[in-house]
Each structure stands twice: as C-alpha cells, then as structure tokens.
C-alpha cells in the first residue's frame, strides 16, 4: 500500500517538511500491520516561486496516485490539509491518521509511548468554515472533527446533519447557525459563525 503523506507546503521549507515526514512513516511502520511504502509532494526551488494554488494543486496530484493518504497531528490547523481532507473524503480515498494510532514515537525518549492524543478533546473541539465558487454557484463546508458537512444547491438543508454532528446542541442553535451560514459574505460573519461553532463544540462536549 502506498501512503501518501498530507503536508501543507505553503511557508514551510523543505528541511521541516523532511523531519514531520520522517515521524509520520516511523508511526505508521510501528502501527501499521500491512507493508507500507511513502510518497509526498516535494518543495522544490520552481515550487517555492509559485502561489498557493499551484501548491495545493500539486498535492492533489500527488495524492490522487497514491492508494490512501494520512494526515499528521495538527492537520486540522492547515487549510490546505482540510482542502486536501474533503477532497479525499469526496473521492472516497482511505484515510488514516497518525492522532488514531494506539503509540507514538517519543523523539526524546527514543522510544514508543502511549499516543497522548487519544484523549485529546481538541480533536474534537477542531472546526473549519470554508466557501469554494465555481462558474453557476458555490458550496460551503463545515468540517467538524473528521466531519465534513457540505452545503450546496443540490443539498441546501444541511440542519440534520449539523443535529448528528452536535447532539447537544439545541434546534434553534442549528437553525441560528445555519441562517447565518446562509448569509455569509464579509470577514466580520466569517469570525461571528465560525465563533458560534467553536461555542456549540465546546459546550457539546463538556454538557
């Protein structure tokens, strides 16, 4: 199986890009029952004078050619790594990732431990708001965790969902939250609803 390994290329240089690398196929070899081989997109000196586009596009070559992807602790963080998530989720690629494996490596130990990430509630609490045009319309994704909620023309209601994703969290929360979504233009809604997320998260976890 060929793994390909999800990395945000944009304001990274290769040598750090090399050493998360490193760690991922030394977790996934220590974890992995099944033969496994690597293969990731390179930051080279053409590739650092392009935009971010053309990076992102690269890695979804990359990753089209490889039988699954993982995603390394922090993915959730990185645009492109989420851009990268829904894509593979929407193409139904395998996924793993490296914060489900049972032991991580301990580079300060030199050892495998217990994965501390296991119990780690902001994997949980991660959310994501997103919009993507194209020519006749447009489609807005609310990831959640490892959840990827879309909102388009053909799937307008995305209320049951959102209920599914955060039992907790009341009717009118939902209705609220997606009203707003329905309205999202300028960079003030973008901060407000993508608030009101991270709120109806936390509280869903700690009710």
């Given at each position: 199986?060929?793994?390909?390994?999800?990395?945000?290329?944009?304001n990274?240089d290769?040598?750090?890009?090399?050493?998360?690398?490193?760690?991922?196929?030394l977790?996934?070899?220590?974890?992995?029952s099944?033969p496994?081989?690597?293969s990731?997109?390179?930051?080279?000196?053409?590739?650092?004078?392009q935009?971010?586009?053309?990076?992102?596009?690269r890695c979804?070559?990359d990753?089209?050619?490889?039988?699954?992807?993982?995603?390394?602790?922090g993915?959730?963080?990185?645009?492109?790594c989420v851009?990268?998530?829904?894509?593979a989720t929407?193409?139904?690629?395998?996924?793993?990732?490296?914060?489900?494996?049972i032991?991580?490596?301990d580079e300060?130990?030199?050892q495998?431990?217990?994965?501390?990430?296991?119990?780690?509630?902001?994997?949980?609490?991660?959310?994501?708001i997103s919009k993507?045009?194209?020519?006749?319309?447009?489609?807005?994704n609310?990831m959640?965790?490892?959840?990827?909620?879309?909102?388009?023309?053909?799937?307008p209601?995305?209320r049951?969902?959102?209920?599914?994703?955060?039992p907790?969290?009341?009717?009118?929360e939902?209705?609220?939250?997606?009203?707003?979504?329905?309205?999202?233009?300028?960079?003030?809604?973008?901060?407000?609803i993508?608030?009101l997320?991270?709120?109806?998260?936390r509280?869903?976890?700690?009710?």
């Amino acid at each position: 199986m060929e793994l390909y390994i999800a990395q945000s290329l944009w304001n990274h240089d290769e040598p750090e890009l090399e050493s998360e690398r490193i760690l991922v196929e030394l977790n996934c070899r220590h974890n992995l029952s099944a033969p496994v081989t690597f293969s990731h997109s390179f930051l080279s000196l053409y590739a650092m004078t392009q935009s971010r586009l053309f990076l992102l596009g690269r890695c979804l070559q990359d990753m089209a050619h490889a039988d699954a992807v993982i995603f390394n602790h922090g993915w959730q963080r990185q645009r492109d790594c989420v851009y990268l998530y829904e894509m593979a989720t929407r193409f139904t690629k395998p996924i793993y990732f490296v914060d489900d494996f049972i032991f991580l490596y301990d580079e300060k130990t030199q050892q495998f431990k217990p994965n501390p990430y296991l119990e780690d509630l902001s994997r949980v609490h991660a959310v994501e708001i997103s919009k993507h045009f194209y020519p006749g319309g447009h489609e807005t994704n609310v990831m959640i965790g490892y959840q990827v909620i879309s909102q388009n023309a053909d799937h307008p209601d995305i209320r049951p969902e959102m209920q599914r994703a955060l039992p907790k969290a009341t009717k009118q929360e939902i209705q609220a939250f997606t009203e707003k979504l329905e309205e999202l233009k300028t960079d003030k809604d973008f901060q407000a609803i993508l608030s009101l997320l991270q709120t109806m998260a936390r509280e869903g976890e700690s009710a």
